[in-house]
């Protein structure tokens, strides 16, 4: 099994400020997703990029591929606290199995 | 679409009892997948299903777990005999697989189980 590191583990900042949650890895994989969890609920999917150097933007976040597909970033513009979660990257393995990484949990302070 | 249910939503249960955890997936997928998160080792992938064959089940942790798919609309994951370390948050997800890659699973709430 491939392994996806995220960094960092924990992060809390001020609503409107911008922050950038990573995952990395030493394998390519086929295509990378990132969901966010909210407490008590199951992951939910926010995007998946599958070309080397893709980016995707979804209204104040903007998802990029590494180009050699073995990394991934999720960039967040003017934070709000409604964004607060736990963001999970997920690398797609042989037959669409996942590997997640340990997750980034985000707190947006008001 | 009611999306994925997952029953019950909490169990609390003593060491060396038999759990069993529930999962209807999406009408229409045919792919489920049963997952375990805690905080030392994340979501961890025990097994999923296609076509409700198992396929994939080298996640599973040991003899103690197995887990069955009798249709296409009705999963379980049992836990016999239960252990203090099988204590976290067990998910239930499903997509439909046509072939090609990048499959949406859609995630249950989760069943929370506490063995004491």
């Known amino acids: 099994t491939q392994l996806l590191e995220q960094s960092p583990q924990f992060l809390s900042i001020q609503e409107g400020e911008n922050l950038t949650v990573y995952c990395n890895s030493s394998s390519v994989f086929s295509s990378l997703q990132w969901y966010r969890q909210e407490p008590g609920e199951g992951p939910v999917l926010l995007v998946t990029?599958?070309?080397?150097?893709e980016v995707k933007k979804l209204k104040r976040l903007t998802f990029q591929f590494g180009d050699a597909r073995k990394d991934s970033s999720l960039h967040i513009t003017a934070a709000q606290p409604g964004d607060t979660g736990l963001y999970l990257c997920a690398g797609e393995e042989y037959g669409n199995k996942l590997v997640f990484g340990a997750g980034t949990i985000l707190r947006v302070k008001s | 679409d009611a999306g994925v249910i997952q029953s019950p939503r909490h169990e609390v249960t003593e060491m060396g009892q038999e759990v069993t955890l529930r999962c209807k997936p999406i009408?229409?997928?045919?792919?489920l997948f049963w997952y375990r998160q805690t905080m030392m080792r994340g979501l961890e992938l025990l097994i999923y299903?296609?076509?409700?064959?198992?396929?994939?089940d080298s996640g599973m942790p040991e003899d103690r777990f197995s887990a069955k798919m009798p249709n296409a609309s009705f999963s379980t994951l049992k836990i016999q005999p239960s252990e203090p370390r099988d204590s976290a948050v067990y998910f239930c997800?499903?997509?439909?697989?046509?072939?090609?890659?990048?499959?949406?699973?859609?995630f249950g709430p989760g069943t929370r189980l506490l063995v004491l």
């Open positions: 299903f296609n076509n409700n064959v198992p396929i994939d």
């Open positions: 997800a499903s997509s439909f697989r046509s072939g090609g890659p990048q499959e949406t699973q859609y």
């Open positions: 009408s229409g997928h045919n792919s």
């Open positions: 990029v599958v070309t080397g150097g």
